[in-house]
């Protein structure tokens, strides 16, 4: 399988087109994991809603480390996406390739001119457009863009869960909580933020897919 050098893509050489792709299962597992992680964490506080009147100081404690695990769990929902268009790619370029191969055997004869159905103007060249610079971005930013949001969020539910075996009211529980929480969403706009690259990285891809696929021919 090839890729364009000129784009940072997921790899796809030596890539069997017949195997089935393993991030149809992971994603859905870690979005089962991370939908899990949130129900409990709904279901503690919950229950601490009997203690709001007799012990405040709980509920907050609750509240901290669980609203830390929730954010958790959502980043790993999203996490999931990210893995799902991971395989969208992955394959999109597997099709990518065997258009390549096939196209060029069905092609229009010599001497047989093809039809023009077109109103639009277009620009006709030999070689394939170069990727926009936004495509060029993306494609190199979703990766540290996730390993970076991934560590973030993980790093801010510690705090969060840390601060909450402080006490609530505390000086360490009210500067944990604050650092956690900041953490956490920051955490969580840099998930975002690699999907959103990845999502500019399927466009890239079907723009430079299609181009190669002409080239091809």
Known sequence: MTAPTTLSLPTIRNHDPRARSPQRYVGPLLAAVGFGIVMV??????????????DPAAVAETTLWAGGFGVLGLGVIKVAVAVVLVGIILRLWI????????????????????V????????VSPDAPQPLLIHRVATRL????????????????????????????????????????GIEFLGEALLLSGISFLL?????SLRHGGSEVQQAL
């Open 142 to 181: 979703w990766k540290p863009m996730l390993a970076m949001g991934a560590m973030t969020v993980i790093l801010g539910a510690i705090l969060r869960a840390v601060g909450a075996g402080q006490g609530g009211g505390t000086e360490s529980f009210r500067q944990l909580a604050a650092w956690g929480i």
């Open 200 to 204: 500019a990285t399927i466009l890239a």
């Open 116 to 123: 023009h159905s077109t109103d639009k103007r277009v620009e």
């Open 41 to 54: 964490t709904a279901i503690a506080n919950w229950v601490s809603i009997d203690s709001v009147g007799s």
């Open 95 to 114: 099709r990518v390739d065997a258009m390549k191969q096939s196209l060029p055997a069905i092609r229009v004869r010599d001497g047989v001119a093809p």
